[in-house]
């Protein structure tokens, strides 16, 4: 994980590592498949989910951090809708989708957690 340090949030490690599932799955789509459309929007929504999650770390305030996290969750769900696409479309194995449908899903309970989380801590009297 070349930028990522061990002191990074385990949702920063895991969206990182999915991140790199999905370039290798988008390689793997546009070199064998031949497949350019739905392997681009599972992309670009699969690193989304990182890069926003980035941008939470950096927010400047808590309603930011919220509104940056829920944006990532909402690229998570997209994400799980492109690679549901490509496996019923018989682009994917199921194995494959279900490695990454699950941490998919993984990062999502985690950005849910947390989105709840911080809504209670400093949001709840407001």
């Given at each position: 994980?070349?930028?990522?340090?061990?002191?990074?949030?385990?949702?920063?490690?895991?969206s990182y590592a999915f991140a790199l599932a999905?370039?290798?799955l988008y390689k793997n789509l546009?070199?064998?498949?031949?497949?350019?459309v739905l392997s681009k929007q599972v992309l670009r929504s699969g690193?989304?989910?990182g890069a926003n999650i980035q941008e939470a770390v950096a927010s400047q305030s808590k309603r930011d951090f919220i509104?940056?996290?829920?944006?990532?969750?909402?690229?998570a769900r997209e994400t799980q809708?492109?690679?549901?696409l490509l496996k019923d479309s018989s682009y994917i194995p199921e194995s494959e989708f279900n490695n990454l449908n699950n941490s998919c899903d993984e990062v999502k309970k985690i950005l849910t957690s947390i989105i709840l989380t911080t809504k209670e801590r400093y949001l709840s009297n407001s």
């Open positions: 994980m070349s930028d990522l340090k061990k002191t990074d949030s385990i949702i920063q490690q895991k999905v370039i290798a546009v070199t064998d498949k031949k497949e350019f690193t989304s989910i509104h940056k996290l829920s944006i990532s969750l909402k690229e809708y492109w690679l549901n």
